[in-house]
């Protein structure tokens, strides 16, 4: 008796939409990597589960889902962020230059411009919006159009290449290598590491505490004494920061810099942290959850690829999961609005 109680007890008190609320991304991420598993089985073997393409998922998710982690700051004050592409293209060519081997210059000097340009734009994205009260879609779709001429500008629409060995390991590199079977790409540590710095900064801090208050509710968050402009601008200075980071690793792994490069990057990153559980709405997001939103789309790209699906597919697909999950996110927020 005892035990049949414990357990309806136990029954009882499983609230499903909680779990779901809480791991249903996690899940769908399961579901399809499991469905693509089963799904290029060649030869006996899955081609989806080939430690190769693991490892080339997490690099290919790597660059989105840097930009992703700042672009998630952004969007939980409920601003947003367009010149994410443009400016990983312009920082991407001013770092090269810097990184050229006919300069020989110490790779810490590109990677150190690259952040303070990066950074500087950012800074630049929030001061109009905090100070000019200029709505973010505006001011950062100037920042992007202007970016990108400047990347085009300075290289003179040509790839700038010939960077040094040491760059170009921050795109290419590996550690914990054993042999041919097993090793981490650099760009996959750097994301993580960003990424744990991130959660940190966003869950542990007073500055996450401050981006969820103004999120949530921007007068309020002043009237408590939070100095709302000057957090606005910081949050933009962050996802510059992490747009730069993205720029280098990009630049490195494909060595070159690139004017034309981060095309729709800006949308990638948003869809990311929309379909990890980012409100547009503000409030409301985790990094966790960015970080599986990147992995979803980059398992969707790499499981169609090896199906032979068509690009255009792939887009028409992305759109859809991204018009679902603001859907979803708007049903959300009408619910605890009562209406």
Same mark, same amino acid.
């Given at each position: 008796m005892g035990s049949a109680s414990n357990a309806a007890e136990t029954a009882k008190g499983f609230d499903l939409k909680k779990f779901v609320n809480r791991w249903g991304i996690l899940l769908v991420l399961a579901g399809m990597s499991a469905l693509l598993a089963v799904l290029t089985i060649d030869g006996g073997s899955s081609i989806f589960l080939r430690f190769r393409n693991i490892v080339n998922i997490l690099r290919q998710s790597s660059v989105i889902g840097i930009i992703a982690l700042g672009v998630t700051y952004v969007i939980i004050t409920g601003g947003i962020d367009l010149s994410s592409g443009s400016l990983v293209a312009m920082i991407g060519v001013i770092s090269a230059i810097l990184a050229r081997e006919a300069y020989g210059l110490p790779v810490i000097i590109p990677v150190a411009a690259a952040l303070i340009i990066g950074v500087l734009a950012?800074?630049?994205?929030?001061?109009?919006h905090a100070k000019f009260k200029i709505p973010p879609f505006?001011?950062?779709? $100037?920042? /992007?159009? =202007?970016?990108?001429?400047i990347g085009f500008l300075i290289s003179g629409g040509r790839p700038i290449d010939n960077l040094t060995q040491g760059y170009q390991y921050l795109g290419q590199g590996s550690i914990l290598e054993f042999g041919r079977n097993f090793f981490i790409p650099i760009p996959v540590i750097i994301f993580l590491i960003v990424a744990l710095i991130a959660h940190f900064m966003l869950s542990r801090t007073r500055f996450g505490k401050y981006t969820y208050a103004i999120g949530g509710n921007e007068q309020a968050a002043f009237i408590c004494g939070v100095n709302v402009d000057r957090h606005k601008i910081m949050v933009y200075a962050f996802? $510059?920061? /992490?747009? =730069?980071?993205?720029?280098?690793?990009?630049t490195a792994r494909v060595s070159a810099g690139q004017p034309s490069a981060g095309i729709m990057y800006e949308l990638d990153a948003i869809a990311s942290a929309v379909i990890g559980g980012?409100?547009?709405?503000?409030?409301?997001?985790?990094i966790g959850g960015t970080v599986v939103g990147t992995l979803i789309i980059a398992v969707m790209n790499n499981g169609l690829q090896l199906l032979g699906v068509s690009s255009y597919w792939q887009q028409i697909l992305k759109g859809v999961i991204i018009i679902t999950a603001v859907i979803l996110d708007t049903m959300r927020n009408r619910k605890k609005l009562g209406h």
């Open positions: 950012g800074s630049f994205n929030g001061f109009l505006i001011a950062t779709l $100037g920042m /992007m159009v =202007s970016a990108r001429g996802a $510059g920061l /992490m747009t =730069s980071i993205a720029a280098v690793v990009m980012t409100s547009l709405q503000g409030g409301l997001g985790t």
